[in-house]
């Protein structure tokens, strides 16, 4: 059993309207996963407000209702509380409590993982990395091709680092390809998403989607060939609906496409379960 999850940032599932950018011919393979192998869940997870990032994610790689936690939806980067619930327990440390070889594919362009924990901004999937450093990949890795970058296309380092050079989606397609071959669990997070959900640019949301879907159709070819399963989901909704700046209480999409697709798929109400589905399906193999 090999899994390649793909965390989305801020994609909701929403019938089709004139500021739904998500549709079928700015995105027809996301379109045809919402389709055939997606169940709409819950994002809102029984707490008043608007969803966010840290709780949704942090109960995403947890299992664990953090918005109920903590009390109320919290944005952005996780403090001391959130960060204590996501240190104690995660996806990335359950996985190796069994033995399963793990890789965080997004680069971080440090040296070294050292380097991160001196960070005073620390993402969800930054603070479970950290709790196994094994996993996280650097700017040697994205050098060598075997990690990817947060934009897959690495146009958004170009400044920075000339020396890198842009690949198209397909390309970054390949190099998740070729990391799940070799590990277990491969975690690959995009949040281009929910950045242009939130700029309320039409046209540039439709350019990011564009991107992504180009990356998952090379990508679902290629893991339907090899039997691998793509997960994949959203901490809350907002690029469905370019009208509002904020995000949405619409459901995310739970996605499972490959081997056990049903069984993984059936676990899942809310993004309570994402955690416990995951490992139920590498328990049951
Ligand atoms: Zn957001």
Do not use: W
């Not at 450093?133 to 650097?138: G, K, L, Y």
């Not at 690949?167 to 071959?181: K, V, W």
């Not at 998952?216 to 339907?224: D, Q």
Request: proline share 6%.
């Amino acid at each position: 059993m090999k899994i390649i999850f793909l965390f989305i940032d801020g994609v909701g599932m929403r019938d089709a309207a004139a500021d739904n950018p998500v549709n079928p011919e700015v995105c027809p393979t996301l379109c045809r996963l919402f389709e055939k192998h997606a169940k709409p869940v819950d994002a809102c997870l029984g707490v008043e407000g608007l969803p966010q990032s840290a709780t949704g994610q942090a109960t995403m790689f947890t299992g664990v209702n953090c918005p109920k936690a903590m009390g109320r939806h919290c944005e952005g980067f996780p403090g001391p509380s959130l960060r204590k619930i996501i240190e104690e327990n995660n996806l990335f440390l359950q996985l190796r409590k069994r033995n399963k070889k793990v890789r965080f594919a997004d680069a971080y362009l440090v040296e070294s993982p050292e380097e991160l924990i001196a960070r005073r901004y620390k993402s969800v999937t930054t603070v479970m990395a950290l709790t196994t450093p094994e996993v996280i990949t650097t700017a040697n890795d994205l050098m060598e091709d075997r990690a990817l970058m947060q934009d897959l296309t690495r146009e958004t380092i170009q400044d920075r680092y000339p020396d890198i050079r842009i690949i198209p989606p397909q390309r970054a397609a390949e190099h998740l390809f070729a990391l799940a071959r070799e590990y277990d669990f491969t975690l690959y997070e995009f949040f281009q998403t929910d950045v242009s959900g939130h700029s309320m640019d039409y046209a540039r949301a439709c350019a990011v989607l564009r991107t992504y879907d180009r990356f998952l159709a090379a990508l679902v070819r290629f893991t339907e060939a090899a039997g691998i399963t793509i997960i994949m989901t959203a901490d809350h909704g907002n690029i469905e609906c370019m009208n509002d700046r904020g995000h949405t209480r619409n459901p995310v999409p739970f996605i499972a496409f490959g081997p056990h697709e049903r069984q993984i798929r059936d676990r899942v109400e809310s993004l309570e379960d994402v955690t416990g589905a995951v490992l139920a399906a590498f328990d049951a193999m």
